[in-house]
Structures are given as structure tokens and as C-alpha cells.
């Protein structure tokens, strides 16, 4: 599964791939592939960027198109 709204968010946050990587304690290139669906993300990382990017997992899974989190 291709996640371009992984990309769309970081690049409207002006970061680098290393810099999300390094966030999640990971190498470049293993973030590239979840941003290119080549692995599979794992959850915590899935839940970690939508806290880092303030919206909801459904959001970067494409579920949504609401780019708000929903409420607790």
C-alpha cells in the first residue's frame, strides 16, 4: 500500500526523510519505504507520526479525508 499522505505530511512540514527517521529511531531508508509502501508500517510508528503531525491514523491511511484528529 502506497502512503502518499506520509509524504504529503512531511513535506508540508518541511522535514527530510532523515529527520522523520531519525523521530521514529529508524535509517532513512527503512522510512522511505513505509512512505513508498515497499514495508509495511508498524502500528506504534503509524500512531507516533499522526501524534508528531496532529491527525489521525485514518488520515495517513487514507480512511479520511478529515485531516483533524478526532476528539478524545
Request: charged share 35%.
Amino acid at each position: 500500500m502506497l502512503f502518499q499522505r506520509l509524504e504529503d505530511l512531511r513535506i508540508d512540514a518541511d522535514k527530510t526523510q532523515q529527520e522523520i527517521a531519525d523521530f521514529l529511531d529508524c535509517r532513512r531508508e527503512v522510512y522511505r519505504r513505509y512512505e513508498k509502501g515497499t514495508y509495511d508500517i508498524p502500528l506504534w510508528a503509524l500512531i507516533k507520526l499522526a501524534e508528531y503531525y496532529k491527525t489521525s491514523t485514518d488520515y495517513i491511511l487514507g480512511l479520511t479525508n478529515t485531516k483533524t484528529p478526532y476528539p478524545k
